[in-house]
Every structure is written in C-alpha cells, then in structure tokens.
T-cell receptor
Framework: RKEVEQDPGPFNVPEGATVAFNCTYSNSASQSFFWYRQDCRKEPKLLMSVYSSGNEDGRFTAQLNRASQYISLLIRDSKLSDSATYLCVVNSEGFKTIFGAGTRLFVKA | ETGVTQSPTHLIKTRGQQVTLRCSSQSGHNTVSWYQQALGQGPQFIFQYYREEENGRGNFPPRFSGLQFPNYSSELNVNALELDDSALYLC???????????FGQGTRLTVV
C-alpha cells in the first residue's frame, strides 16, 4: 500500500463547478499536511496547509480527518486557471515528506 | 518566484556517467530537500540537508549523494547513471524543521 494515495483522475469539470479531491495516508504519526499545485512541466507550488479544524482560502477549502487518515480539498466556482495537478503531501519525523502521485484537474469553458 | 534556483535546467547524460545538479536556496532558508519526479508521478524524497548535515534520506541507493555548503546552497550527485534516473530533479528549501517548502524550477535529466 502506498503511503499517500490519491485518485489520479483526470477530473473534467465545467467552469463554475465544485470539485473535491480526497487523499489517504497510512502513517498515523504524520504531523503536517499540505496541498500543492503543479502545472504541466513546472515545479510544485504550495497551495495551502491542512489543519484538523479545517481551513479556507478563498474558493479553496481543505480538511483533515486524523481518525480516518484522509485529507480533502474542495474547489468552488472552478476557473479555467485551476486546471493543474493537485498533490497531497504528508510530512512526518520533521523531514520525511511524502507526495501523492497527484490528481489531474481539467476545467473546461 | 520562490527565490530557489536550480542549474542546469536541462541535461543529457550517457548511462554510466556521473552528474552534479545545483540548488541555491531561498534567502533565510537553511534546509534543502531533493526530490526525483518521474513522468506522471509525484515527487519522491531523496534526502534533506540541514545546516550542512544530512538530516534524512528516502529510499534511494548510495550512488545518490549530496552536499550542503555554508551558504546553504546544495548539490545532488548521481554516480553510475542508469536509464531509470531520467526524471525531473527538484530542490526545495525551507527554514529549520518547518515543513512548508518552496521549490526550484527543477532540472530535467535525460539519461541515454
């Protein structure tokens, strides 16, 4: 079983749609959680951290469920510019950072 | 821009050769992590350097080695290159043990 698992997609959605991604992790001792965004042939960029209380940044909402060991990302009112690969990231032991394989999102006009 | 720069941006090497990739971390950051990203996969953690010492290592063979310099820039060295080493190599810098990291644009290595 992979340490961090994501649905690879692709998710094809129209502009304005709401889309949700889930990610599961296997190490219950994991300490920090993030969503990164990666555009084609570019480096990953930090989208947002994920907290147990949930956090929101504009159209993006991230949640963490430690009991079930999953993380979610919700994107509301999708824009064409949201098309990218979304990487779920789990950090443990201070240095061990594990990336999921990513979920591809295509937003169409 | 993140302030993390990598060189070169692209590189072609022959199987069996050695390669050195370089990374300048963001100002104020003293931790550098290296990742290998194969096509269609997420980045895989190679190792991390904190204040010039290796601070952790992923599941990569010893022919993958690194250095961090007093100015916190870093090098990734790969010996005896194999075809499967072809990938995007990413460097990420952070401060101390803070897990949020900022990536450079990567070096795309092709081994032929």
């Amino acid at each position: 079983r992979k340490e961090v698992e994501q649905d690879p997609g692709p998710f094809n959605v129209p502009e304005g749609a709401t889309v949700a991604f889930n990610c599961t992790y296997s190490n219950s001792a994991s300490q920090s959680f993030f969503w990164y965004r990666q555009d084609c042939r570019k480096e990953p960029k930090l989208l947002m951290s994920v907290y147990s209380s949930g956090n929101e940044d504009g159209r993006f909402t991230a949640q963490l469920n430690r009991a079930s060991q999953y993380i979610s990302l919700l994107i509301r009112d999708s824009k064409l510019s949201d098309s990218a690969t979304y990487l779920c990231v789990v950090n443990s032991e201070g240095f061990k950072t594990i990336f999921g394989a990513g979920t591809r999102l295509f937003v169409k006009a | 821009e993140t302030g993390v720069t990598q060189s070169p941006t692209h590189l072609i090497k022959t199987r069996g050769q050695q390669v050195t990739l370089r990374c300048s971390s963001q100002s104020g950051h003293n931790t550098v992590s290296w990742y290998q990203q194969a096509l269609g996969q997420g980045p895989q953690f190679i190792f991390q350097y904190y204040r010039e010492e290796e601070n952790g290592r992923g599941n990569f063979p010893p022919r993958f080695s690194g250095l961090q310099f007093p100015n916190y820039s870093s090098e990734l060295n790969v010996n005896a290159l194999e075809l499967d080493d072809s990938a995007l190599y990413l460097c990420a810098s952070s401060f101390g043990t803070e897990p949020e990291a900022f990536f450079g644009q990567g070096t795309r290595l092709t081994v032929v």
